[in-house]
């Protein structure tokens, strides 16, 4: 039986026997509100104001003084804003990539080991993963930095480096140790799921090593696989804190310039364009997973 | 190739630890410079706590994180116990509802809270810290508490109806005993999740609300020091306690789904975690 993640989330009605509800379902509306209220308070219509002002027009000082205007969509696609953009579309690719096959290599070797084995294993990356992001970051400068180990290291060995902060490498480094150990636990968590004989059975029938994955785990992941590209693609977009601290403020990620949008240059609309920008790109991710989810489940 | 890809793991977890390391071995270091090694001192502990500014910051982030997670947890049950005791129309919108804010980017949230208070008029500080965190912590203890609360024999809050106990009574007596371990979990995590937090903290924090993070990130633009090493070393440290506390059992089941052997083999899959409702959305 093959469990996979999406399919865990249904609750369970299956085994609720009939039964005429003891408290009538006005309970449940009032146990509802307040979660229902913070959303909507504190979410959708913080939303809504965003997607209001990204269309409005500003003063000279960037308050936002209502009209209706395409202006700071369309001033995104100056060089300067079109170059950050493609610049952290790229990265943002590449930290994906890598962080999707990194997770399923690890996950792979996990669920082939003993129940005691793969406790102490996600345990291992439990804790990084729950360890303080700037903690996370700030270990970079302290490893790569003037000094540090690495470059200690590569003096012994007659290598002459530079201190690697700031540099794109360190920034690059950052982002896979920020985003890897949430890009595994959705990746194990479907391959948990796959029944091994699967594999013992695509072994059999002649299949090598590649052509196993290839046709037989790699599909059976997809939906981890999906859920890891949502959590690490546009959330690295919006990442300001790894290219100002390790990049040195040269190359910037989408979410360095709304924050100077925002706090030094106060240009709202602007900012507030980007930030639909964002959350439209993630949409989008999330209408293709889901795509994909259903081609794969119509082609099994 | 197996036996190859077991290597790269094992390299893999070496990447993960070696900074963690790093910052405990360097906030040791006696040297006033990160950049050289002078032997080993306790004098950045020293510094730490009796840095001002810096323990300023802390009790800012201790209210804001307990306030956030306090109200974080409360609503999540609220809602997890409508979610998973009631049946009615609507049932898998509002779970969508609830979980909502897990799919804006959080930069995004961030920017559209400046946009709600700044228009609304309402003060930044620590009431915009502690809504911005608890929206941000909502969904997770609302998931954590559906999944406690979904394994929870049904017959039992309702027994306790019958017998006569008042709503209140049937969860100080029934529910909340039935529950702590999850209730433990959703505010511990949903605590680290606010004491950890920069991205809603950069737009919701105002003038003398500055929190810990956004302090170490202001000291760390000029420069790392050992006293943040020293620093780092005890959030790491508080890492590990409040996994520990929280049990490693509780955060497979958060992170990564229930084990296998504990359903039961005809029962629908009863599991709720953060990651499958991410795919689910």
């Keep these: ?300 | 190739m197996d036996r190859f890809l077991g290597w790269v793991t094992k390299l893999v977890l070496v990447f993960l630890y070696v900074p963690i390391v790093a910052v405990v071995v360097y906030s040791f270091n006696a040297s006033p410079r990160t950049s050289s090694w002078e032997g080993l001192s306790l004098r950045w502990y020293v510094e730490l706590f009796g840095d001002g500014p810096l323990l300023k910051t802390l009790q800012t982030s201790l209210i804001v994180g307990i306030f956030a997670a306090g109200l974080a947890t409360a609503i999540g049950f609220l809602s997890a116990l409508a979610l998973t005791r009631y049946r009615f129309k609507g049932r898998a919108f509002f779970l969508g509802a609830i979980v909502l804010p897990l799919i804006i980017p959080e930069i995004v949230l961030g920017v559209a809270l400046l946009t709600v208070f700044g228009s609304s008029g309402i003060k930044l500080g620590v009431v915009t810290l502690v809504l911005g965190h608890l929206i941000v912590a909502l969904p997770l203890t609302t998931l954590i508490m559906m999944g406690s609360l979904s394994s929870l024999d049904p017959s039992l809050p309702e027994a306790a109806t019958d017998l006569g106990c008042t709503p209140w009574q049937t969860f100080t007596r029934v529910l909340f005993p039935l529950t702590r371990s999850a209730m433990l979990a959703s505010f511990l995590l949903s605590f680290t999740t606010s004491f950890s937090n920069i991205v809603i903290s950069t737009f919701t924090s105002g003038v003398g609300t500055t929190t810990m993070p956004l302090r170490i990130y202001s000291m760390l633009k000029t420069g790392i020091t050992p006293e943040i090493n020293a620093l780092g070393a005890l959030l790491i440290l508080l890492t590990l306690v409040i996994i520990f506390a929280v049990g490693l059992q509780q955060m497979r089941r958060i992170l990564v789904g229930a084990e296998e052997k504990d359903q039961a083999p005809d029962a629908a899959p009863d599991t709720i975690s953060l990651q499958t409702a991410t795919t689910e959305r």
């Design chain 1, 1 to 300: 039986m093959v469990t996979t993640a999406a399919q865990t989330a249904k609750p369970a009605t299956v085994v609720k026997p009939r039964r005429k509800p003891r408290i009538q379902n006005g309970y449940a509306w009032l146990l509802l509100t307040p979660g229902l209220l913070s959303v909507l308070l504190l979410a959708v219509w913080p939303m809504v104001l965003v997607g209001r002002n990204s269309f409005a027009t500003s003063d000279q000082y960037g308050a936002v003084t209502g009209g209706f205007t395409f202006e700071s969509y369309l001033a995104l696609f100056d060089p300067v804003y079109a170059k950050t953009m493609g610049y952290s579309l790229g990265i943002a690719a590449i930290n994906t990539v890598l962080c999707l096959i990194i997770g399923y290599i690890v996950s792979n070797y996990i669920v082939a080991q003993s129940p005691q084995r793969q406790s102490l294993l996600l345990l291992l990356l439990i804790v990084p993963f729950w360890t303080d992001f700037l903690v996370r970051t700030f270990a970079w400068i302290t490893l790569l930095g003037n000094g540090g180990p690495i470059l200690w290291f590569a003096h012994l060995l007659g290598i002459p480096l530079d201190p690697l902060v700031p540099s794109q490498t360190a920034v690059m480094l950052a982002l896979i140790y920020a985003f890897l150990p949430t890009a595994v636990f959705p990746i194990y968590a479907s391959m948990r799921g796959i029944d091994p004989s699967l594999k013992e059975a695509a072994t059999d029938l002649g299949c090598g090593w590649w052509q196993t994955h290839a046709r037989v785990i790699a599909p059976l992941s997809t939906p981890g696989i999906i859920g890891a590209a949502l959590l690490t693609f546009v959330p690295t977009l919006g990442v300001f804190v790894i290219p100002v601290l390790l990049g040195g403020g040269k190359e910037l990620l989408v979410g360095n310039l709304i924050v100077t949008l925002y706090t030094e240059f106060r240009n709202q609309p602007m900012g507030a364009a980007l930030s639909m920008v964002l959350l439209v790109l993630m949409l989008l991710s999330i209408a293709i997973g889901a795509l994909l989810l259903k081609a794969r489940k119509r082609s099994a």
